[in-house]
């Protein structure tokens, strides 16, 4: 206080600003439009393409090849993805494969020799018959090759799924894939079940159907038995899940 009793302005806190005579900053329209657009740019997914999933099978009879190019037609349809297909090597000795009655093998579907074809794919799709409720045994031999794969744990984190052929509605659709997890497991990679998602058509009963929660599937009966229409549905659908989760998964990852 002063001696006339007026109010003396601190030295140290300045005189406060009413707000009304404020200076107002007004941004240009250039400016608000690059700002809405860096906005825009921000919150909007990457953009992913040229993603890649491999098809790799074993099919005696044509059976489980069959799913395979019926599941590429699934990946193919989702943008910036796409499905190769490969077999793997026979194990079995022409003689054999003679007296088993299984048809040649189509020339435009090659085996898959490269592990390098494995170790950059986006994602894979892995369909066999069954041999007493697990996996063939070419199947086995080819997993058992990716020996290398796994000791640098390459495929690590790589989504994949099933899809199988039995003889018999008891034979194995479940238990095929089910055991074939630990493959999976051991190469630390993601295992992608088909579920319900096939929606009602995962519910008929009116007919015999092959498939399951684990992936699509197909009956072969005594190898003469053709798959049906709703069992080659599951299997573009699940070719179609597939890729779009390996698109989700590279967006995360960009």
Not at 56 to 84: C, I, P, Q, W
Request: hydrophobic share 35%; aromatic share 8%.
């Amino acid at each position: 206080m002063g001696k006339g009793g007026g109010c003396v302005p601190s030295k140290t806190n300045p005189p406060a600003v009413d707000p009304t005579n404020a200076p107002v900053t007004i941004s240009s329209p250039t400016t608000q439009l690059q700002n809405q657009n860096q906005l825009q740019t921000n919150t909007q997914p990457p953009i992913v393409s040229n993603l890649k999933i491999l098809i790799v099978f074993y099919s005696m009879y044509g059976h489980v090849e069959t799913l395979a190019r019926r599941m590429k037609k699934g990946v193919d349809g989702v943008n910036g993805v796409e499905a190769a297909l490969f077999r793997v090597p026979e194990t079995l000795s022409d003689d054999v494969l003679a007296q088993m009655r299984a048809p040649s093998k189509d020339d435009e579907i090659g085996e898959i020799t490269s592990l390098s074809e494995l170790e950059t794919a986006d994602g894979f799709l892995f369909g066999f018959p069954t041999r007493y409720g697990s996996m063939a045994a070419q199947m086995k031999a080819f997993f058992d090759w990716t020996g290398p794969l796994w000791r640098d744990q390459k495929l690590a984190g790589k989504p994949a799924g099933f899809f199988v052929s039995t003889g018999t509605q008891g034979g194995g659709q479940e238990t095929t894939a089910w055991t074939a997890i630990t493959q999976l497991a051991h190469h630390g990679m993601l295992f992608v079940p088909v579920g319900y998602t096939f929606g009602a058509g995962m519910f008929k009963m009116d007919s015999i159907r092959g498939g399951s929660p684990y992936g699509a599937g197909v009956f072969a009966g005594d190898g003469t038995r053709e798959p049906t229409e709703t069992e080659l549905a599951l299997a573009e659908h699940q070719g179609k899940y597939m890729a779009g989760v390996v698109k989700k998964l590279a967006r995360s990852g960009s």
